[in-house]
C-alpha cells in the first residue's frame, strides 16, 4: 500500500454519517467489569470481554481503548524478537489480503494479533485504514496515534494521523500532530500544508474571522501544548 495512502485519501471519502459505538445497558455492564478487572491486573478477562463487545460493536473506541491497555499491561514493555516477527508476519499476510476484501474481519484479527503483540506497527496502522474505509474515524485516529507513537520516523505515520484528525474536526490535535510532524520531517510539504490546513480550520472554529487583525498573523497562531 502506498506510504501517502491517507494524504491522497482524506477528503475523498464521503462519509456515510459517523459509526455508531454506543454500548446498551447490558454491554455497558460488561464494560464495567472488564474495566473493574483491569483495575485488579486481571489482563485477560479483561481482553477477553473486550474482544467480544468490539465484536458487537466495533466502533465503541472506549473499548478499544480499554482493550490496548489490557494488552500492553499483559505483554509489558518490551520488543518482539525475530522469531515471533517471523510468525506475525505469515499472518500479516492475511491481514493485507483482509484489509482489501473485508475489512470488518480484518478489525477483528487485527486486535487478535495484537492480543499477542500490541507494539506491532504495520497491525495499528492496518486497523486504523479498515476503520477509515468503514467510517469509523474515531477508532482510525485511535490507531494512526499508536502506529505513529511505533514508527515516529515513519512519514506515512504523521499524515495518516493528521489526516484523520482533520476529518473529524480536531482541529486543535490535528496542529499538535502536524507540528511533532514538521519537527521530524520539516521538508514535508504534504505535513506543512496539512498545518496550514487544520490553522484554518482552527480559525474558523473560533470565530476569529470576525476578529479584526491581520491574515496571515490569524494563521500563525498556534494554542498551546
Not at 454500548?23 to 470481554?49: H, K
Not at 477483528?108 to 469509523?136: I, K, M, N, T, W
Not at 489526516?163 to 473529524?168: I, P, R, W
Request: some cysteine.
Amino acid at each position: 500500500m502506498p506510504e501517502q495512502w491517507m494524504s491522497v485519501r482524506v477528503g475523498a471519502v464521503a462519509m456515510n454519517g459517523k459509526k455508531s459505538g454506543k454500548l446498551d445497558e447490558r454491554l455497558l455492564l460488561l464494560y464495567e467489569r472488564a474495566d473493574a478487572a483491569f483495575e485488579q491486573g486481571d489482563w485477560d478477562y479483561t481482553i477477553n470481554v473486550c474482544e467480544s463487545l468490539l465484536v458487537r460493536v466495533p466502533a465503541a473506541l472506549e473499548v478499544r481503548q480499554l482493550l490496548r491497555k489490557a494488552q500492553k499491561g499483559r505483554f509489558g514493555d518490551g520488543r518482539p524478537s525475530r522469531f515471533t516477527l517471523f510468525v506475525r508476519a505469515g499472518s500479516l499476510v492475511r491481514l493485507w489480503w483482509l484489509a482489501r476484501n473485508d475489512p470488518e474481519r480484518c478489525l477483528v484479527e487485527a486486535e487478535s494479533l495484537l492480543s499477542r503483540h500490541p507494539y506491532q506497527p504495520r497491525v495499528h496502522r492496518l486497523l486504523g485504514e479498515c476503520a477509515f474505509d468503514l467510517g469509523d474515524l474515531s477508532t482510525a485516529a485511535f490507531s494512526f496515534a499508536e502506529w505513529q507513537k511505533q514508527e515516529p520516523d515513519r512519514l506515512a505515520a504523521h499524515l495518516a494521523l493528521v489526516g484523520v484528525l482533520l476529518s473529524v474536526g480536531c482541529a486543535v490535535e490535528a496542529i499538535a500532530a502536524a507540528e511533532v510532524g514538521v519537527n521530524r520531517f520539516p521538508d514535508s510539504v504534504e505535513l506543512r500544508q496539512l498545518l496550514k490546513n487544520a490553522s484554518v480550520a482552527l480559525s474558523m472554529e473560533e470565530g476569529s474571522w470576525n476578529v479584526s487583525g491581520d491574515f496571515r498573523n490569524k494563521l500563525a497562531v498556534r494554542p498551546d501544548e
